[in-house]
């Protein structure tokens, strides 16, 4: 069975500072990984995804996740908080080559602080 | 423009009723999904269907129900068997292997 683990329910940054939220997972085959944000009483957005290419996978919004399959991680990163980040992330796993089946984690509230 | 639309955004349930989410796309996907969100809790899967006129139980199925006539529609029906259905509800839907794209939810709340 997959499952994911996201390390740190909530995430205080300064504005301009690194963000980095992190995310751990399990699965008895390849996994494809995924990215996903929340505002407030909305959807999921989809910030970016790993398929098996690229290790380093760039998304929207100046996001970027590594896949490190040695430490069975899949971090999110960016350079610069912008006040505009501040929202709920998802990091989420699907062991089916598709996205058919997808486990998320618990989410990171992540606040971005002036 | 694309996508999935969930309606009502706000929904009251009185004890003992049965109540439907709706959940539109006309994105042309196969597949279409339900998820729980509770705060601190991710989101958990309801029931989940990848053609018309099938749907599968996701991890919390008791208390659900759903339908897939047609392909662009897969209503939720929370019925008064859910003991405990105050929550977030969304929909998604995806094709192949493209990511799922989601709604803006529905928020239920028992009055």
């Known amino acids: 069975a997959q499952s994911v683990t996201q390390l740190g329910s909530h995430v205080s940054v300064s504005e301009g500072a690194l963000v980095l939220l992190r995310c751990n997972y399990s699965s008895s085959v390849p996994p494809y990984l995924f990215w996903y944000v929340q505002y407030p009483n909305q959807g999921l957005q989809l910030l970016l995804k790993y398929t098996s290419a690229a290790t380093l996978v760039k998304g929207i919004n100046g996001f970027e996740a590594e896949f490190k399959k040695s430490e069975t991680s899949f971090h999110l990163t960016k350079p610069s908080a912008h006040m505009s980040d501040a929202a709920e992330y998802f990091c989420?796993?699907?062991?089916?080559?598709?996205?058919?089946?997808?486990?998320f984690g618990s989410g990171t509230q992540l606040t971005v602080l002036p | 423009d694309g996508g999935i639309t969930q309606s009502p955004k706000y929904l009251f349930r009185k004890e003992g009723q049965n109540v439907t989410l709706s959940c539109e796309q006309n994105l042309n996907h196969d597949a279409m999904y339900w998820y729980r969100q509770d705060p601190g809790q991710g989101l958990r899967l309801i029931y989940y269907?990848?053609?018309?006129?099938?749907?599968q139980k996701g991890d919390i199925a008791e208390g659900y129900s759903v339908s897939r006539e047609k392909k662009e529609s897969f209503p939720l029906t929370v019925t008064s068997a859910q003991k405990n259905p105050t929550a977030f509800y969304l929909c998604?839907?995806?094709?192949?292997?493209?990511?799922?794209?989601f709604g803006d939810g529905t928020r239920l709340s028992i009055l």
């Open positions: 269907s990848q053609i018309v006129n099938d749907f």
């Open positions: 989420a796993v699907s062991e089916t080559g598709s996205a058919r089946q997808l486990t």
């Open positions: 998604a839907s995806s094709i192949a292997t493209q990511p799922q794209h």
